[in-house]
């Protein structure tokens, strides 16, 4: 076969195997899918080391110690013991070996096929029919080409929605995937949750698309902007899907309080990120819990509670906070979510 089509064998293979867009690994499987073709100083790879070429294709036919699973093998060993010890990565260090392996996979399709359990001088050939067989640069080899750019973009296209499981789950709406998706990306992008559902106090329409703040188990908490909502109690789902919004960051922080004033801290927040959505979390011991007037809202989580001395807050938006902690001394922890573009 074509160094190209060895390639993109390697790279599309990597990437649905590994479930990676990533172009270290990538790269790496495109190189390990040329080193077969060491043994012959002919080849694109051989011409660019041709002291060693010249050295192997003295030693040995072509299409055999170098197309072997005993190259393979001793390839798999030396990569996996430097991503360990070097990259700290053994995912990525797999891929050289498994580019080695689908590039001479794939050369057992060609006229000659490969001597794939060498040093038995077996010639490994899938095709048993040698008018079917593929030949290099041939029309059937173009086709072949032409199936692994499509696979190549399918992997990328997997492997950017967090892999094959959670593109199916995303489609299907399950939770579980649906979750991973969105640990795997809000930490760069905004994370909408798409809802097929109705609100739970009345079974009206609740269809629409809210922005995740955070997940409690396989459940959302959502917001529309206007307030504050969780599945499967504010809005009971029939179907979730997600997509990945604009560049974002999240950067979640805790601020302790010392019998101090609630809003100096809270107000250097909002001056610090003017144009960034910020939610609260945690319990706070405050000097007069009487004074603190919630007022019920239908339809909404319940962002913040009076519990005996305390005000406990559950993704409390940060201007809310500020009314309800005017003129308070707090003392604890709580948690800040910040959402920035």
Known sequence: MMAITHA?????GTSLILGTADPLPLGLAILGSQLPDLDTTESTIGKICFPISSWIEDRFPHRSITHSLLATGFMAVVSLLLGHFL???????????????????SDTFTKQGVQLFYPEPVWAVSVSNPRRRLKTGGAGE????AGAVVALILGIYFATGGGISQKVSQNLGLKDGIVAVYNSKAATNHVYANIKGVWASDRTNADGKYLILGTEGSEFVVTDGKGVYKTGEQIITSKVTTSVGEAARTEIRNISFNDESAIAPLEELRTAYPNADIYLNGQLTIDFPEEVKIP????QMVTAQVVGSS??????????AIAFLKEQYAVGTVEV???YQ
């Open 87 to 105: 990259l700290g990565d053994i995912k990525t260090a797999a891929a050289l070996p498994l580019g080695h392996l689908l590039s001479c996979f």
């Open 142 to 145: 173009l086709w072949v080409l």
């Open 311 to 320: 005000i406990r807050l559950n993704y409390c938006g940060l201007d809310r």
């Open 296 to 299: 019920i809202e239908p339809n």
């Open 8 to 12: 993109i064998i390697a790279t599309a």
């Open 337 to 339: 979510r910040i959402m």
